[in-house]
Structure formats: structure tokens, C-alpha cells
């Protein structure tokens, strides 16, 4: 999948993380994840240490530099990190020391964080599972499912047939209406559309389409898997990748 056009690898990201709403095991895969983006200089995760629940997490904060943030949790049932994230989240916005920002949670009251970050300008990406509110999805730029973030023999282990992993694969979309959409969004007068704009059209129409949703690495790997339907062309250039282009057969 292109990146977006307007984030550079030079830019500064801060990473925070809803320790009650995220899986310790995918913490290095979420971190490079979101090093595409730009430089993940600062990373927080939040939660209350004093519970059992934190355990997984705590072998892994100073192998990551990750600093922990404590938030009593007063009520029973109720995630109460959200309120501390959301403060600090607003302090390193005003401050300005960062491009973007990578929330890592599922939970939908990040939605109206995510929304306030985009509205200073200010590069928002989220990672959480795949039955993450739309809302929260749709109020970032980019949003990565942490399905697509899991090992291979994570990856194996969701490959064996059950009810659950049936009816997850039927909720993921079929992409060929967004791909269409993304071609006339992108087409040139020649009627080719170069690979890169595509991509980053389908980043505006749904922040989380992903090539990986469909079983590819790359979006141009997704679109040959459609031999039938889309035509691809390479461009070759001296000392740097081939430029892809597609159209509709």
C-alpha cells in the first residue's frame, strides 16, 4: 500500500497505547508499523500497573523504550485510561514537537481525539482490531487492523476453518468496488493511473483498506491477483523502483 503523499520518514510520531485495548504480543509488529509513517519518538502505554492484566506488557517496556503511564482504575468495568491518554495526547498536540500521532486502541472514544488531531493538522493514525468502531476507523488517515499485523504462526493458527474465522473473512469487503472507485479517482488522460495515487485514494475512501486484508503484501500484488479484470504496466527508471500504473481491461 502507498504511504500517504503528505508523510515523510523524517517526521515525528507519538505512539500511545491503550494498554486495556491492545495485545502486548504485537507490540514490536505495531511500533514498526507505525516507523513507516515516521519516527516513533515518543511511546506511551496506559494503564493501571497495579492490575494482573498489565503482567504481559511489562517485559517489553524498557526492551522498547516504551514509558508506562499509571491510571487508577476506580470504577469496576469501566476502561479509565482513556481520559489520560486523551489529555496527554492533547499536551503533546499543543506543544507541537511531533508531526503525527498513532493511537493504539479499539475502543471508539478515541474518536473525537482522532477527529481534533486532524483538525490542527496534525498526521493521525490508528491501529486496533478488525471490530473497531467504523467511527474511530474513519476519523483517522490510516487505520491498521492488528490481524494483518500477526506472526505466521499466529497467521497459520487463523487459517484453520472455524465458525468464528468464517464469519470474521465475510466481513472484510470486497475490494473491487474501492479499487474501481480509486482508478477513476486517479485516472490520467492516457487512461492509465499510476499504482501510488490509487493507493492513496483508497487511504481517502476507507482509512483502512488493506492489501493484507486480501492475503497480499502490496497493493500491486492485490490488483495482478485480478488479471482478469485490471491490466498492469512497469515503467523501469535508472538507480530506482519501476513506476506501476493500471487500468481496467
Request: charged residues 25%.
Amino acid at each position: 500500500m502507498a504511504l500517504p503523499t503528505f508523510v515523510g520518514t523524517d517526521k515525528r510520531i507519538a505512539m500511545l497505547i491503550d494498554g486495556d485495548n491492545a495485545k502486548a504480543s504485537l507490540l514490536e509488529k505495531m511500533i514498526a508499523e507505525a516507523g513507516r509513517y515516521g519516527i516513533v519518538n515518543i511511546r506511551r502505554i496506559y494503564g493501571d500497573w497495579t492490575t494482573t492484566n498489565m503482567n504481559s506488557w511489562k517485559e517489553s517496556l524498557s526492551l522498547h523504550a516504551i514509558q508506562p503511564v499509571q491510571q487508577f482504575r476506580f470504577t469496576v468495568g469501566k476502561n479509565s485510561t482513556d481520559s489520560a491518554m486523551i489529555i496527554d495526547a492533547m499536551d503533546i498536540l499543543y506543544e507541537k514537537v511531533v508531526s503525527g500521532f498513532c493511537l493504539v486502541s479499539s475502543d471508539s472514544d478515541y474518536t473525537r481525539l482522532a477527529t481534533r488531531i486532524r483538525e490542527e493538522g496534525f498526521f493521525v493514525m490508528g491501529i486496533g482490531r478488525r471490530d473497531t468502531p467504523k467511527a474511530f476507523v474513519n476519523a483517522c488517515e490510516v487505520f491498521t487492523f492488528t490481524e494483518n499485523l500477526s506472526s505466521e504462526a499466529e497467521a497459520k493458527q487463523a487459517a484453520k476453518p472455524s465458525k468464528q474465522k468464517a464469519a470474521e473473512k465475510s466481513k472484510t469487503p470486497d475490494p473491487l468496488p474501492l479499487l474501481r472507485k480509486a482508478f477513476d479517482m486517479s485516472e490520467g488522460d492516457d487512461g492509465w493511473a499510476f499504482l501510488g495515487a490509487v493507493g492513496s485514494q483508497l487511504r481517502q475512501l476507507d482509512p483502512s483498506f488493506d492489501a493484507r486484508s486480501y492475503g497480499h503484501k502490496q497493493l500491486s500484488q492485490l490488483i495482478k491477483s485480478y488479471a482478469d479484470m485490471f491490466e498492469i504496466r512497469e515503467e523501469k527508471s535508472r538507480g530506482g523502483p519501476a513506476a506501476i500504473y493500471m487500468r481496467p481491461k
